[in-house]
């Protein structure tokens, strides 16, 4: 096509900065040097932040960045920049700071002015057009006539940026211990929403890191009612809209309290760590629900978001020609057509009627009943409906494959690509299948070969055979968590020596020692935005409790009592805010649930090491880790364990083992 203009944004591999790359706005891509040029310059810098499965980035951008007067304005007063916030993390979290600190709300789009040398005064997220010519006029008049005001402002709130940013003091607090621990959860329960699952209020998001940690604090501590809540919330997320009912794969979020209208961008990093949070449901409860719910999202990972090397993309869009979900939503008539004489099942399974029904006469498929259940209700046969099942789904999904699609981030990103290694490691163990184990090590192996240098070095994002930026702390901490999870699965030693040159790497060039944290970002005697210490958990878990997890496995493994001296360091900096927030550390939560209740290694060696550990998977077991081996092995967990002609199993705590048995029964008395 010929465009009328074209900027700086060409030449990016962001598919989030191409889609700006026509813009009438002089976009340039985010560049440490850009800061350090621009330094003595008089023109201040708007900063714009985003991703491309952003709805609200989509709108603002029609609304305003494609329009050429307000181009205009954003030109002739500033270096207009735009950043992916998923390629830099680190400057999203700086500017989001800056926004929180202004006593703002955060979100995306995020828009901030800042000073030449990158130093925010001002910043927002969505502004309608009018809205925002006006602000950014006025801030760019205000600029001019009030120099040293502004600097000043910038350099206070540089100061607030660098406080927030550094890690609290430890404290001693309150020792760790099952009470401490109890009356956090206690508290947390009345945020429980026990009558649609997830968290009261809306919108709902699933945040498994608080669903995995609830699981395992109610199966070790016996809590009937965390584990009701858990399978509520599991069951509820897998009937409403939020589940692609066809496709398989979750949304983001649901906008409304009962999981039905989905925010419609499908995100890799949900997706994957869903596969643990069901393929552990299954373990704890049994459900085939949530078997199915594993197995039709991992192949929508597969067929959706696979590359043929092994990488993983990172995102399906919202919006498909223009519209928020219509890619997905249907129409009673077309669906009708498609089913013919199943009419009135299929309208009673998917809901489309009234509950089913969203806006301009769209229906969102959802469900009320389990399989099993809603065959009771309907005088059919189990197999029978899961024949009908199959059949409507490939019949709706090669329809839908004739739609418009919606965009695809196509860059890959080692941090959610690990994510999604580890959902597949969990799915193997619950469920015995080499499709998934399989599938995890060709992504491990794309990432061992295209972004991991042979010092240990890990970049950030792959795409189309570049690698560009360098890892943050979260990739490699991910990544190690996978590649441990890879060693427990296979009993390939060469993952857990991967494992250990990241851990090594990234003690050379993340560790704290003052504080025994790690940087988010690599030590830099330069740094164009301040560093900063990730310990809040969110959506994701953050990178210094997923760290502290890894340490605490590394010690088991190796038996190297530093590791576990620094993971317990680590923690202390959240343990005074966790039964504040117990939802916002709910990672650390499962490092105290190892260091406080019983934890067990489990070392199996011997030709039938992989049968006898694939059989101690049938229950839900988050306080063992595992370690296997077919023939001697120099892991010290494993070490002169072997006897040849036997398949032994060691029941192991803090590297004190019982008497070997052959037996896998015998083994699950010992951990009783």
Request: proline share 4%; with cysteine.
């Amino acid at each position: 096509m010929d465009y009328k203009y074209t900027n700086a944004l060409i030449h990016s591999a962001s598919p989030y900065l191409l889609q700006h790359a026509h813009n009438p706005v002089n976009w340039q891509p985010w560049d440490d040097k850009l800061l350090t040029e621009n330094d003595e310059s008089d023109k201040l810098l708007l900063i714009s932040i985003g991703y491309a499965a952003c709805h609200w980035c989509h709108v603002m951008e029609h609304e305003s960045f494609e329009d050429e007067e307000v181009a205009k304005v954003m030109n002739d007063s500033f270096v207009c920049i735009k950043v992916d916030r998923e390629e830099r993390p680190d400057v999203d979290q700086y500017y989001m700071t800056a926004v929180h600190l202004m006593g703002l709300q955060g979100g995306w789009p995020l828009n901030v002015i800042a000073l030449p040398d990158g130093r925010p005064v001002w910043g927002g997220t969505y502004f309608p057009k009018k809205t925002w010519v006006n602000n950014i006029t006025a801030v760019a008049r205000f600029g001019k006539e009030n120099k040293e005001t502004m600097l000043e402002y910038a350099q206070n709130l540089q100061s607030g940026i660098e406080q927030t940013m550094l890690p609290v003091a430890t404290m001693d607090g309150p020792p760790v211990n099952r009470q401490y621990i109890d009356r956090s959860v206690l508290d947390w329960k009345k945020r429980f929403d026990f009558e649609n699952g997830g968290r009261v209020g809306y919108p709902k998001f699933p945040m498994p890191v608080n669903l995995d940690f609830l699981l395992y604090y109610g199966a070790v501590r016996n809590d009937s009612q965390v584990l009701d809540f858990v399978k509520l919330s599991l069951q509820k997320m897998a009937l409403g809209g939020i589940y692609d009912q066809i496709g398989g794969g979750f949304a983001r979020y649901s906008t409304d309290e009962h999981w039905k209208v989905p925010h419609f961008e499908k995100m890799l990093y949900d997706n994957g760590q869903l596969l643990s949070s069901y393929s552990k449901g299954y373990q704890q409860y049994k459900e085939n629900e949530f078997r199915k719910i594993v197995y039709e999202t991992t192949r929508f990972i597969e067929r959706e978001l696979m590359s043929d090397e092994g990488a993983f993309y990172s995102s399906l869009d919202a919006d498909s020609e223009g519209e928020e979900g219509k890619y997905y939503v249907w129409k009673a008539d077309e669906l009708k057509t498609a089913v013919k004489e199943d009419w009135e099942l299929f309208s009673r399974y998917f809901n489309v009627n009234q509950k089913g029904l969203w806006e301009h006469g769209n229906y969102i498929l959802l469900r009320e009943l389990p399989d099993e259940e809603f065959a009771a209700n309907n005088n059919l046969t189990p197999g029978l409906l899961t024949d009908k099942i199959i059949n409507w789904k490939s019949l709706l999904l090669k329809i839908r494959n004739k739609r418009i699609r919606p965009t695809l981030d196509d860059k890959t990103l080692a941090s959610w690509n690990a994510l999604v290694i580890q959902g597949l490691t969990d799915a193997f163990k619950a469920f015995g299948d080499e499709y998934f184990k399989n599938l995890a090590l060709k992504n491990a192996n794309f990432i061992k070969k295209n972004m991991i240098t042979s010092t240990g070095k890990l970049f950030h994002v792959w795409k189309m055979g570049n690698n560009s930026v360098n890892g943050f702390l979260d990739d490699y901490a991910l990544l190690i968590q996978a590649y441990i999870s890879l060693f427990e699965i296979t009993g390939e030693e060469l993952w857990l020596q991967s494992a250990r040159q990241l851990l090594e790497y990234a003690f050379d060039h993340f560790y704290d020692e003052t504080s025994g944290l790690f940087f988010y970002s690599a030590k830099d005697p330069t740094p164009s935005v301040s560093n900063h210490f990730q310990n809040e958990d969110n959506v994701i878990p953050s990178a210094n409790s997923v760290m502290a997890n890894n340490l605490h496995k590394m010690h088991l493994l190796y038996g190297n009592p530093g590791y576990l001296e620094k993971s317990k360091e680590m923690l202390h900096h959240v343990m005074a805010h966790f039964p504040k927030y117990p939802y916002a550390f709910a990672n650390w939560g499962n490092l105290m649930m190892k260091i406080t209740e019983r934890y067990f290694e489990v070392a199996i060696t011997g030709q039938r090491a992989e049968q006898m550990f694939l059989e101690m998977q049938s229950d839900f077991m988050p306080n063992v880790l595992w370690a296997t081996a077919k023939s001697e092995s120099s892991v010290p967990l494993l070490k002169g364990r072997y006897v040849q002609g036997e398949t032994l199993i060691y029941v192991c705590r803090n590297n004190s083992c019982r008497m070997p048995v052959k037996d896998t029964h015998e083994a699950l008395k010992q951990m009783v």
